[in-house]
């Protein structure tokens, strides 16, 4: 199976975890509607990516790909509130806030995060590989929660005086560097390049992201451009310029591919990120894949 | 050292995995004050009562009552938001969104979630009964999360048709249940008697709680009374009158102390249940404990 169908349905089993005939309907539809359609599944990509390139346990590293897939829905759906962004649209359609209403919205995005860990318990529990959940639990709650994860990211938001490279670190690092840390430790592999692999992906895509906000159109995005400069929020072009931005990302890029550690897919790896990267811009502004 | 004791210990701790010289000061500060100065720790003295009974490991049981005050604290946090009850105050000062916010208390609440999965890990991490996280991650998931955790409970409110046992047993009874059977698996004891006693003391509680909101005084409580009549919520007075609602909580109390399965120290465990029942009432309407 390939990594999006594995990705796909290892999400949609975690779903089923959520789903009972007792529950709130309003509630699991919110959490399914927050879900799919999804957008690029960038972040569990790449866990499938490295777990791959490492020879990772398949059912840990999907469980993994998929609580942070999970995580990353639910921190988009509470961003997106009206105390927030008050985001109308995501993907292309109504925000959760809009269709559900603004109480669903904080519950589903609560429920999401739960639901992350409760899938990656099960996936476990009836595995091998058990005896990994520890660390792995603590991978990705540290890339979600405070002092360092999304949601401290978006916390900087909130503070008078903003570090910037916390808070983009926090925002945006931390679930990248989550993503390959948890898709090297689905087999046992710690070495501290594969968090540095990571984190300079998240920083690129983070640039990826303030280009587009400037540049693209937002039908292409399916979610509003200009919403930086709405919302006074810091992006790279307009500190920047384009150019400049552009090689930012490139050599962030090249750097993260120099910081894969040895490993028997490495050279697969490689490739897979280049590729992936190359698409994370307009494509009047990539340059072609190696 | 006494449970109290134990019980605060394991949560400064806990808090300090949120704690970081380079995270926004104001959401640690606002988790910080989510669960500092508690209420009466009910949930995690439970917890820690039956792992005490059935010779529980003290550290995972530890940190799986500290684990299930976090989820407690997170869901008061999201549940006094403006979109929810909107309350001003919470054990007898301004609730965390009249005092940082409401985009900090949302914030507060997601973190705490996380911050309870991440230091169950942590402890389990370093202590010979890892083997146990994966149940005991689960057992906790299912009590907060979708379809019949206390997000769940939460989210019956905003159902159009609500069933109350499925509303009431979400919204109380599963945290009491999980806190139930999480100290029981901290022992390894998996028998369903222990999910049985926490759901009827959850009900207890929940019956207690209708009566204080019916008939203490605001000051006794640290919070507004007379709630349920002003949000429409259900309240067992309102539905049985004062003395049959007094009759079914001892009821239920009764059949708790029944469903307590062989455990080492099951008549403290039955002596202790009985006190901690007693003190749910206000002086004038409670028993003498046995």
């Not at 059912?59 to 759906?77: F, G, Q």
Request: aromatic share 4%.
């Amino acid at each position: 199976m390939d990594a999006s169908s594995q990705i796909e349905r290892f999400l949609a089993r975690s779903l089923e975890l959520a789903r009972g005939s007792d529950g709130p309907p309003l509630l699991t539809a919110a959490m399914r509607y927050a879900v799919f359609p999804g957008g690029a599944r960038i972040r569990p990509r790449l866990c499938l990516a490295v777990a791959r390139a490492c020879g990772g346990d398949p059912d840990l590293s999907a469980a993994a790909a998929a609580a942070i897939e999970l995580m990353h829905c639910a921190s988009l759906v509470h961003d997106d509130l009206p105390c927030f962004d008050d985001a109308a649209t995501r993907r292309g359609r109504p925000s959760v806030h809009r269709a559900f209403g603004e109480r669903i919205a904080v519950l589903a995005g609560d429920a999401l995060i739960v639901l992350a860990f409760q899938s990656l318990a099960a996936a476990a529990e009836k595995n091998p590989a058990a005896a990994r959940l520890g660390r792995m639990v603590m991978i990705i709650a540290r890339a979600i929660g405070a002092p360092s994860g999304i949601i401290a990211g978006q916390a900087w938001e909130c503070e008078p005086q903003v570090s910037l490279a916390n808070y983009q670190k926090a925002k945006t690092g931390a679930l990248f560097a989550a993503a390959t840390e948890a898709g090297a430790w689905a087999a046992g592999q710690a070495d501290a390049g594969w968090h540095c692999l990571g984190e300079r992906l998240g920083e690129a895509y983070q640039i990826a992201d303030d280009i587009r906000d400037v540049v693209a159109d937002a039908t292409q995005l399916g979610k509003p451009t200009g919403r930086d400069a709405a919302l006074g929020r810091p992006n790279a072009v307009h500190r920047l310029g384009i150019g400049s931005a552009v090689e930012r990302l490139e050599s962030l890029v090249d750097s993260a591919v120099a910081a894969i550690p040895d490993c028997p897919g490495a050279s697969d790896l490689r490739a897979h990120i280049r590729a992936e990267a190359s698409r994370l811009l307009p494509r009047e502004l990539a340059r072609p894949a190696a």
